[in-house]
């Protein structure tokens, strides 16, 4: 029988001092708990809340067959996965407009680092940070490579793919890849294993994503709920102790033990009848995936009773979400299908991460820790130009 489930956010709070971070470049050490400052990502959130189609919690309900007439061509999908995960709009990465607000925001997060220490920042806003940069990289990575269908070989889990490795960031003056991100910087800074289900991987497989950025006072809250999300769905756990190959990828942070892996999951399992197959499962099965790219059209969703589950039913459902959100006042987005408000790119700037009472402070601040970065350097010099110099003196 599977214990009371009880949420572990507030367990979350700060528990992270103990981890390694004499391994991290030193640009990414260290924390200032004390700090008030909180980075600001209004830009992000207008952005997610404009792509992101939420469908909400899985059903574990599988895909119908369904009955095809005039053509004999079928769409691959997982029946098991497709009404799971939340979905993005990569087709609109296709309009050029939309793909240019994407990168302002990317290198936005991508120069922050350079512009404040992150030594600056408390822990939880530094987790923030990461995790949004890695997404939007993620995102915008897909859109530049124009990678549809099958992310499984430009994944490739276990081999060296470019998506992963290649090194397409510079954040304080280190070239970072995707894989740095997660196996070097929040491996090895933040030991709970609840930091995986941050990171999108750009297929319904994975963690969602959500229709939010990361922020420092909710991050742990919002960890959790993708979490449940996916432990609780067929992408994530499943009978007989299947479970899916995201965790394969990431055994690092449960020290490669399948043991400790499977008491994280059952933390989590909701349900008495996935919690026993799991419980008493002899072994963990790296068995679940989809790799489907997580669009629109990457698998199939009855939305309001409709019996339409094609893509045009999907886009009709992100077109009702985008008219309420315009006409709620959603920070000057437009509909999902035209250009994203040039305005955003203006809001992208730095000064807007941080309220304006804060700019002048974070000025200061700066100015003292490049201060004591300071660094003297000694040198033997000849009794003859000592004597000078002392002369010179007097």
């Known amino acids: 029988m599977k214990p009371i489930y009880l949420a572990l956010a507030l367990s979350l709070a700060s528990p992270f001092t103990f981890a390694a971070e004499e391994k991290l470049p ?30 909400g919690r899985s059903t574990r309900k599988k895909v119908s067959r369904q009955a095809t007439t005039g053509t004999r061509m079928r769409s691959r999908i997982n029946r098991l996965t497709a009404l799971e995960g939340n979905r993005f709009h990569f087709e609109s990465l296709q309009d050029e407009e939309v793909m240019d607000v994407l990168t302002t925001l990317k290198e936005s997060l991508e120069v922050l680092p350079s512009q404040i220490p992150l030594s600056m920042l408390p822990r939880d806003e530094q987790l923030a940070y990461w995790l949004n940069l890695y997404n939007f990289t993620m995102i915008y990575e897909i859109g530049q490579r124009e990678l549809n269908g099958s992310l499984q070989d430009a994944l490739a889990y276990g081999d060296e793919s470019p998506l992963l490795h290649d090194k397409v960031l510079t954040v304080a003056g280190e070239k970072l890849s995707l894989h740095d991100i997660q196996f070097t910087i929040l491996k090895e800074k933040y030991e709970e294993p609840v930091v995986i289900y941050g990171l999108f991987q750009g297929n319904i497989g994975g963690p969602s994503i959500r229709d939010e950025a990361y922020t420092g006072n909710r991050v742990w809250r919002q960890l959790e709920d993708n979490a449940v999300e996916f432990i609780n769905s067929n992408r994530g756990t499943y009978y007989d102790g299947e479970i899916s190959v995201y965790y394969k990828h990431n055994l690092p942070f449960f020290d490669n033990d399948k043991t400790k892996l499977k008491t994280h999951i059952l933390n989590y399992v909701d349900d008495d009848r996935y919690y026993e197959q799991i419980e008493n499962a002899r072994e963990l099965e790296f068995e679940m995936s989809d790799w489907q790219i997580a669009d629109l059209t990457g698998g199939a969703r009855n939305y309001g009773g409709s019996a339409m589950i094609n893509s045009a039913a999907l886009l009709d459902a992100v077109r009702s979400e985008q008219m309420l959100y315009n006409e709620g006042g959603g920070a000057g987005m437009t509909g999902i299908e ?57």
């Open 338 to 394: 035209t250009s994203l408000d040039q305005s955003m790119v203006q809001k992208a700037r730095m000064a807007t991460r941080f309220p304006a009472v804060q700019l002048e402070m974070l000025q200061k601040l700066k100015v003292q820790h490049e201060m004591n970065r300071g660094s003297v350097d000694v040198k033997d010099i000849s009794e003859e130009e000592a004597k000078s110099r002392d002369k010179d003196d007097n």
């Open 26 to 55: 030193e640009p990414f050490q260290g924390a200032k708990e004390d700090s008030n400052l909180e980075v600001s990502y209004d830009d992000l959130d207008a952005f997610l809340k404009a792509e992101v189609l939420v469908v």
